[in-house]
């Protein structure tokens, strides 16, 4: 049965307390402002890179693009900077949402966009309406294995058939992982311990096993630049 629910449009959430940014670079007003000022001063440059590489390995340049968990959204815009595609981003947490809509006004690129504020579990939309659907950095922090299957199956559910996912994470070229490191030891000396202990038990490897098993097809995708969970959707048999 196709599942469609209302999407749930950000409104301007309130401000909270602000927290002081690492290395003394003044204050966001939230966690995800925090996030965001780390993610355009640091990380910013594999984006592009990364968007690329997506853009090149699916083989599409149009349709519509899903963002998970996109925080900021700099992944999902540099995949429309680098394409035609439509792109709708994701994320539970509706201050991300409203930095990542702001941005797309500032960018121009919010015409071509969506921001719905949902958990990856229970997404609002319904069956097949994704070409490409990414995420990076972000499904070791979805739960452990009953929240993980339930999130794989809703990403399998809204891509259209013959569509791809790409679900893992990358820090660029090994050049540009090396001044993301570089840079990172210096705000943050505990990173990235102090995240990895906040991410679920599960590996790359264990998660395709159980996938395939469920009968969504899955690969791992692995290289100097990242590894990727990539799903592919069988096409439909028109004959």
């Known amino acids: 049965m196709t599942k469609q629910r209302a999407c749930v449009v950000l409104e301007r959430p309130p401000a909270k307390k602000p927290v002081r940014i690492p290395g003394g670079k003044g204050f966001a007003s939230n966690k995800a402002a925090r996030y965001d000022w780390v993610a355009r001063e640091v990380f910013l440059p594999l984006f592009p890179v990364i968007a690329r590489d997506v853009i090149s390995f699916c083989g599409k340049r149009d349709g519509k693009c899903l963002d998970l968990g996109s925080g900021g959204g700099l992944f999902g815009y540099h995949i429309a900077r680098e394409s ?28 071509r966009c969506m921001y719905v504020v949902a958990d990856v579990v229970d997404m609002p939309f319904p069956d097949a309406g994704f070409d490409v659907v ?16 339930r999130a794989f199956a809703e990403i399998h559910r809204v891509l259209v058939p013959g569509g791809i996912a790409l679900i893992g994470s990358s820090l660029g070229t090994p050049d540009i992982q090396d001044r993301i490191r570089a840079r990172m030891k210096e705000i943050e000396p505990e990173w990235p311990r102090n995240v990895d202990k906040k991410k679920n038990s599960c590996t790359y490897a264990e998660m395709c096993d159980v996938l395939n098993g469920i009968g969504i097809r899955t690969r791992v995708e692995e290289s100097d630049r990242g590894t990727w969970l990539l799903i592919r959707k069988e096409a439909e048999n028109l004959e």
Request: charged share 25%.
């Open 84 to 111: 035609e595609m439509s792109v709708c981003f994701l994320d539970i947490d509706p201050h991300a949402v409203d930095i990542c809509h702001r941005r797309g006004v500032e960018w121009n690129l919010a015409h």
């Open 134 to 149: 990414v995420s990076r950095s972000s499904w070791r922090f979805w739960g452990e294995m009953g929240r993980l299957r």
